[in-house]
């Protein structure tokens, strides 16, 4: 009974064993090499971050205004579609479609998106189609189109948004 007192944890006993020291070292070890695995992806692996990026607060305020100033005419407040874009569908006098978690700018990536409002023309699957007579680009810098790019994510769904992501990624694989 008085043995087990005198080996019970916390007891003085000098240094510690040498077998935790040794884990000390391996728990080290193992720590370092995750760390430098989680880098080597995160460095290598096309970023999650992308250009644009709808917790950028500034990007999305830029985003917004440029909305509203070239695009809110056409594609209805708050992104929401003019209100007759159902009734005009597949018409001459398509109106502007919804941007927001009602439309489908969630099935382009994020290129895809970029060069539909740079030049007019939206590539989607093996499908090109003029959406717009003029080009925006020369009217609506690059860092506008991508801040208006995070503004329609501000809106999709978690999972639109993760599903986009995907396509992106995706996209920039075949790419490389
Ligand atoms: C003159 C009206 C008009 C203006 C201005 C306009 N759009 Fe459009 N846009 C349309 C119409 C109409 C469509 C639908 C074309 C179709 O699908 O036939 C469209 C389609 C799009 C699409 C493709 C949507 C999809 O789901 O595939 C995007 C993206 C888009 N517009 C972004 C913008 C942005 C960004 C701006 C401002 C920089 C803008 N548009 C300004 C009328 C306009």
Same mark, same amino acid.
């Given at each position: 009974?008085?043995?087990? &007192?005198?080996?019970?944890?916390?007891?003085?006993?000098?240094?510690?064993?040498?077998?935790?020291?040794?884990?000390?070292?391996?728990?080290?070890? #193992?720590? &370092?090499?995750?760390?430098?695995?989680?880098?080597?992806?995160?460095?290598?692996?096309?970023?999650?971050?992308?250009?644009?990026?709808?917790?950028?607060?500034?990007? #999305?305020?830029? %985003?917004? #205004?440029?909305?509203?100033?070239?695009?809110?005419?056409?594609? %209805?407040?708050?992104?929401? %579609?003019?209100?007759?874009?159902?009734?005009?569908?597949?018409?001459?006098?398509?109106?502007?479609?919804?941007?927001?978690?009602?439309? @489908?700018?969630?099935?382009?990536?994020?290129?895809?998106?970029?060069?539909?409002?740079?030049?007019?023309?939206? @590539?989607? %699957?093996?499908?090109?189609?003029?959406?717009?007579?003029?080009?925006?680009?020369?009217? @609506?810098?690059?860092?506008?189109?991508?801040? !208006?790019?995070?503004?329609?994510?501000?809106?999709?769904?978690?999972?639109?948004?993760?599903?986009?992501?995907?396509?992106? !990624?995706?996209?920039?694989?075949?790419?490389?």
């Amino acid at each position: 009974m008085n043995d087990q &007192a005198n080996t019970a944890p916390g007891a003085p006993s000098g240094e510690a064993p040498a077998s935790s020291r040794a884990g000390l070292w391996v728990g080290l070890a #193992v720590t &370092a090499f995750c760390i430098a695995v989680i880098t080597y992806i995160a460095v290598t692996r096309p970023t999650g971050t992308s250009l644009a990026d709808a917790e950028n607060k500034a990007q #999305v305020d830029l %985003g917004r #205004v440029t909305y509203q100033q070239h695009c809110m005419d056409c594609h %209805g407040e708050r992104l929401k %579609g003019k209100p007759t874009w159902h009734r005009t569908i597949k018409s001459q006098n398509q109106a502007g479609t919804p941007l927001n978690a009602d439309g @489908v700018t969630w099935h382009l990536s994020d290129q895809r998106l970029f060069s539909a409002i740079a030049t007019g023309v939206r @590539v989607k %699957g093996e499908k090109t189609k003029q959406i717009h007579d003029v080009p925006f680009a020369g009217t @609506v810098s690059d860092d506008e189109i991508w801040a !208006l790019i995070a503004y329609f994510k501000t809106t999709w769904t978690a999972r639109q948004l993760h599903s986009q992501q995907e396509t992106t !990624l995706r996209e920039m694989g075949q790419a490389r």
